[in-house]
């Protein structure tokens, strides 16, 4: 059974702008599930230390254990316990999560989050996550990982792209126009 909601998510390289722009559909009221924390939740729960290679080789076991769509089964679980029509999934990967999703909700529409890679560097540094990179190498190394998994693929089924180099008040422009034009869709 479809879920009576519209679902935008977010996909695009690390450091691409996909936190900045969930923050900016929480700021606006809407619930914002983010895939990467479901993998940090499980590291969790496992007592694993957060670091990136950790949280790779957590994600690809989460994966191999429970199937290619075990992140995006874990989304939908929490999308049946939000309120309101539309919600906001952060951190799409595969072309099977998306079109699990596309099956599950009764609008799904996947936006594209691009920038230069120094400029990604730049900002995942800034930010200081434990398993964000701490080398523009590693940064080469962790897309090379999304890329195993499929991101290269489902970037090019993207219904919307948002380039967000520079000042991010035009991505954020973008993206909140999507989001209004979402919320006026009958789910």
Not at 138 to 159: F, I, N
């Amino acid at each position: 059974m479809k879920l009576c909601k519209i679902g935008v998510g977010l996909t695009g390289y690390p450091g691409a702008g996909k936190t900045l722009l969930a923050a900016e559909a929480s700021r606006m009221g809407l619930p914002v599930l983010n895939m990467g924390d479901v993998v940090r939740e499980e590291a969790d729960k496992r007592g694993v230390e957060p670091t990136r290679e950790n949280m790779t080789r957590l994600m690809f076991k989460l994966r191999e254990e429970e199937g290619p769509l075990a992140v995006a089964r874990r989304i939908l679980d929490k999308c049946r316990r939000v309120e309101g029509k539309l919600v906001v999934i952060d951190g799409l990967r595969t072309v099977d999560e998306l079109r699990l999703f596309k099956e599950s909700f009764k609008r799904f529409i996947l936006v594209m989050v691009d920038a230069p890679r120094e400029e990604r560097f730049r900002r995942l540094h800034k930010r200081g996550r434990s398993d964000d990179p701490k080398t523009l190498e590693e940064l080469v190394d962790r897309d090379r990982a999304e890329e195993t998994l499929g991101l290269g693929e489902l970037m090019k089924k993207a219904d919307r792209l948002i380039v967000n180099s520079g000042p991010p008040e035009k991505a954020l422009k973008t993206f909140r126009a999507i989001l209004e034009e979402a919320s006026r869709l009958d789910p």
